[in-house]
């Protein structure tokens, strides 16, 4: 079950949009609309609309071929063997019937696709 985590403000193609960070855990917080800090052990997809469970349509589908892709990371408190990264991928994750799957955890993720 995924948790609504709040609005972010996105700019797209010069844009700035609204949309929805959701995700595994009540730890993950959003400041000024505008950062998404996750802690420890979590992560968080970006949905097109509020959700508060997870399902195949929600995610934002970024098209990113011939585009510029830029964020901010904070990894001052990242310690030692930890591993502070950022999947982009497809979602949701499809079977190979094609259809969407919701995976192990619910949530459609896949890095496989």
Do not use: W
């Amino acid at each position: 079950a995924g948790i609504d985590i709040g609005p972010v403000v996105i700019k797209e193609d010069g844009q700035s949009m609204t949309r929805y960070a959701v995700g595994g855990s009540t730890n993950i917080k959003i400041q000024d609309q505008s950062m998404i800090i996750l802690p420890h052990n979590s992560g968080c997809q970006i949905a097109k609309s509020a959700a508060n469970s997870y399902a195949p349509d929600i995610f934002v589908d970024y098209k990113l071929r011939n585009k510029t892709f830029s964020f901010t990371a904070d990894i001052s408190t990242v310690g030692c063997s930890c591993n502070a990264a950022l999947y982009l991928v497809t979602m949701p994750g499809y079977s190979s019937d094609n259809q969407p799957n919701p995976g192990k955890d619910g949530d459609y993720y896949c890095d496989a696709n």
